[in-house]
Structures are given as C-alpha cells and as structure tokens.
C-alpha cells in the first residue's frame, strides 16, 4: 500500500516532477517477486480523471463568483469559457511536446522543466541552444513562485474563513443575551470581540509551520484523501445554498469595464491551476494513449463546475460577492459553518502538497552545502523559513482577491499561457513551422503576456492604492453577519 499511496500523493501534487529515483529502484527489483509488486503498476482511467480534478479544484474555484463580476454577467462566463478551452488547448500542446522530445532524444518521460529545456536543446537556432539550461531554471523559478503564491493565498483564505467561525460562534452564543439586554456597553463589548486577520495568519503560522515539517508525502496519503472528501461536502454545500435565491441576472451588468477586467483574467487563469499535474499524470498513466480523452472529459467537467460556480454565485451575491464565496455564507446556521470549517481542514491539509514542490527545488541543493551532521537541521529551518515568507505576504497583502488575482496574472498565466505555445513553436520538426501554427501559438503567448502586465499592473496599483470598497472590505467585520439578500 505504501507505493501505491505514495504514486496518489505524487499525481495529486501539482507541478511535480517524477522522481528520478523511481527508475532506478524499479531496474533493481524487476527480477524480484515480492519487490515487484511495490512496483507502480500505472493509474486507471478513472483514477487519472480523479486526480485531474483534485489539481484544478481548490482556493481558485471560491474566487470565480468575483471574477464573474469583475467581467459581467456576460461576458464573465463566456470568457471563462474561451479562457478554459485555450488552457486545455496548452495542456495538449504540452503533453505533445514532452512525448515528441522524449523519443528524439531517446529519453525517460520529461517533466515540464525538461520540456522546455529539451526543446531549446533541440532548436535551429545557436542562442536557444546556450540557453536551454536558463530556461530550465525559469520555469521552475515559476514553479516556485507559484507555488508559494498558492500558499500565501491559503493564508489568507484559511485566516479570513476561521475569524468568521470563530466570530460568527461567538456572536450567536451571545445574540439572546444581547437580545434581552438593552444595555448598549454590553452590544458595544459584543461587538469589540472582532481580532485584526493579520493575527489569525500569525497563530496559524506555528501549525502549518509543523504541518510542512513532514517531508515524505505518503505519511499525507490518508489525511489528503480526508480533506478532498471534506472539500467535495463542501461544494455540496454551498451549491444547496446560493440556489436558494437568484436574483434576475438582466439587472446585472452584462460586461465590466476594461479596468476590471485584469482582475478577472488573473482570478481566471489562477482558478486552472493544474496544468503542472498533466505531465506527471500522463507519464504514470497505465493507458497513456488515452490521456487525450481523459484530459478532455476531465476538463471539460471543470470548466462546467467553474461556470456553473462562478455564474450562480453571482447571481446570488450580485454585488456583494467576495474574494471567496465562502466568506458570503452567514454564520446564521450550522451548515454555513460547517462549510467553512471543511473546506478550511482541506486548505490546511493541501498546503503541505503544495509547499513540498517548491521544497523539493530549493532545498535539496541548499542543504548540500551544510555539514552533513547539521542537513537536518538546516532543512526544517529553511522550510520554517519558507513559510513565513509566505506568510510575510499574507500578511502584507490581507485581501483574498487580490492575492489571488496577483498570483494569477505573474506566475499561473506564464506556466498555463505562454511556455507551451512557445515551446511548441521551438520543438516543431520544420522550421519555419507552417504560418498558421505561428499565428496560433503567437495568439496564445500574447494573450498570456498581455494578461501579466495588465493583471500585474492593475492589482499592485490596487495594492498600493486601494479603492474605497476594497478598504470597506478589509476592515468592516460586521457585514459579512448579515445574510446577503437581493434588492428588488
């Protein structure tokens, strides 16, 4: 059970690179029964399809509601759309690449850092070839990035939903008491309970920091399982919720201004996280050749989830809607509470799949150079290190939508957007490649880098500058008490 829970953690780890172990330890026990059959056997179709869900579904999907806004009633969906068939468009493209590398230069499967690299190995042109180890090192240096941006988000999204918890419990332990008493110093110390969301990110910081102490991952196999179940109740949840109460979308505006619009694109393409888990997948894969069909049904079911989500929420919330559509659930029930509590339980438990691939790139050649004595030392002190950074920017940027759409737009649009168009082009066997290709591939990558200046741009300015609302939001913490009702 051990291999086989250790190759689930692996594929549910997004952006993870096959160990290069595995090879070697299955060379040394192929002729050996009772090692054989710690061998990786390969994935069914169905479990690809799981795992395809398990690395796009996360913070991002809770943020599409908001993104929705950003875009319009409208022109929102049909965006995310368009946005979802291009990114499993990319999906493809990679996959296609790593297999064409691979067999021209007689290699093992490659992970997404070596497909890039492999491919500018392999180009005409003589600047590519110096620079395929640069760009090895630039996609994982976004993979970093990433990564850790993720994590920053779980700060806040873990921070934001456990103050409403515990204010929301607190609040309705006191509400008869508050009801019977016309005693406004009593209302007035009710209503002081409120702690600042920085501090909830501060006392969560010593747990979480010995959550990632964990350094092998299928010691995370059961607890993983656990909270992706806890997530999907969740989801049930708060479907069962906002469908409750749909306000008439023709009183919505049906498109955004192009000011907002950064933001939605950031949120969007932070919400198709898992481009990173494809290759992994593929290559585990017991059937590789059906990937194809399963990447295409897995997607597909995603992109309808996303649109689904993101339009109701919406609809429901109108102009209300926060940086996650937890946050607008009122603590008035036990259900609305519960949501938040497992949902929060499967956050917490993914930082640490999260947080060991950005583990793995840094740490690995950092500890090489400590006394071998003191590498163990030096390895859960760096990895305390590294969480407080993330925490550090949780902290410095306490607004769930905006680290949200900051991630995005910097590090998610160039992994999802522009590397595999542009390796495509570099791998194409003819070169020049035929002009409809390039104008494709071009469109693609232009696309993306357009979405990294405008969404970098517009959310540091409103980091650096934030609107009235955006302060409204960040510092009144009695709204979200209130269930959210539609005007007429």
């Not at 549910?12 to 172990?21: C, D, H, I, N």
């Not at 607890?223 to 992706?228: D, F, V, Y």
């Not at 259900?335 to 917490?348: A, P």
Request: glycine share 6%.
């Amino acid at each position: 059970m051990a291999s086989a829970d250790q190759l689930d953690m692996e594929v549910m780890t997004p952006l993870m690179e096959k160990a290069e172990g595995d090879e070697e330890e299955e060379d040394e026990n192929v002729d050996g029964d009772e090692d054989s059959k710690h061998l990786p056997q390969g994935i069914t179709f169905t479990q690809t399809l799981l795992h395809l869900l398990k690395g796009n579904i996360g913070t991002g999907l809770l943020g599409l509601p908001l993104a929705v806004k950003n875009a319009g009633i409208v022109l929102g969906p049909v965006s995310l759309v368009l946005m979802g068939v291009v990114c499993v468009h990319c999906m493809h493209i990679l996959v296609n690449c790593s297999h064409q590398l691979s067999e021209r230069l007689k290699r093992s499967p490659l992970g997404y850092s070596e497909t890039v690299a492999a491919a500018m190995e392999l180009s005409s042109s003589q600047c590519l070839r110096r620079g395929a180890h640069f760009g090895r090192h630039l996609v994982n240096f976004f993979l970093v990035l990433t990564q850790l941006g993720f994590c920053s988000v779980y700060f806040v999204f873990l921070a934001e939903n456990i103050k409403q918890v515990m204010e929301g419990t607190h609040m309705n332990s006191t509400a008869e008491t508050v009801l019977l008493s016309s005693n406004s110093s009593e209302a007035s110390a009710v209503s002081s309970v409120a702690i600042d969301l920085r501090l909830y990110m501060v006392f969560l910081l010593p747990f979480i920091i010995v959550l990632t102490f964990i350094r092998d991952l299928r010691n995370m196999a059961a607890l993983s399982a656990i909270a992706n179940l806890c997530m999907a109740i969740s989801l049930i949840f708060i479907f069962s919720y906002i469908l409750n109460d749909l306000s008439d979308p023709r009183r919505l505006p049906y498109a955004s201004t192009w000011r907002k619009f950064p933001f939605f694109f950031g949120t969007a393409i932070f919400a198709f996280e898992g481009i990173g888990v494809v290759l992994p997948l593929e290559n585990q894969m017991r059937e590789p050749k059906r990937f194809p069909q399963a990447l295409n049904i897995g997607m597909g079911f995603i992109i309808v989830l996303y649109v689904t989500l993101a339009t109701l929420g919406y609809l429901r919330f109108r102009d209300d809607i926060k940086g996650s559509i937890t946050l607008n659930l009122p603590h008035d029930s036990w259900s609305n509470q519960l949501v938040k509590v497992l949902y929060s339980f499967g956050v917490f438990v993914s930082f640490a799949v999260q947080f060991f691939v950005p583990a793995e790139i840094l740490l690995p050649p950092m500890c090489e150079r400590v006394r071998k004595s003191w590498r163990r030392v030096a390895d859960l002190s760096l990895r305390a290190l590294l969480v407080c950074l993330t925490c550090v920017t949780a902290v410095l940027i306490p607004r769930l939508d905006l680290v949200i759409s900051l991630v995005g737009a910097v590090s998610s649009s160039a992994l999802a957007l522009v590397f595999p168009p542009l390796v495509e082009l570099i791998a194409f066997p003819s070169q020049p490649p035929p002009p409809m290709l390039l104008l494709k591939d071009i469109s693609i990558a232009a696309l993306g880098f357009i979405g990294f200046l405008t969404g970098t741009y517009v959310t540091v300015e409103e980091i650096i500058y934030p609107d009235v609302q955006g302060q409204i939001r960040l510092h009144d913490d009695g709204n979200w008490t209130t269930p959210t009702t539609s005007t007429p």
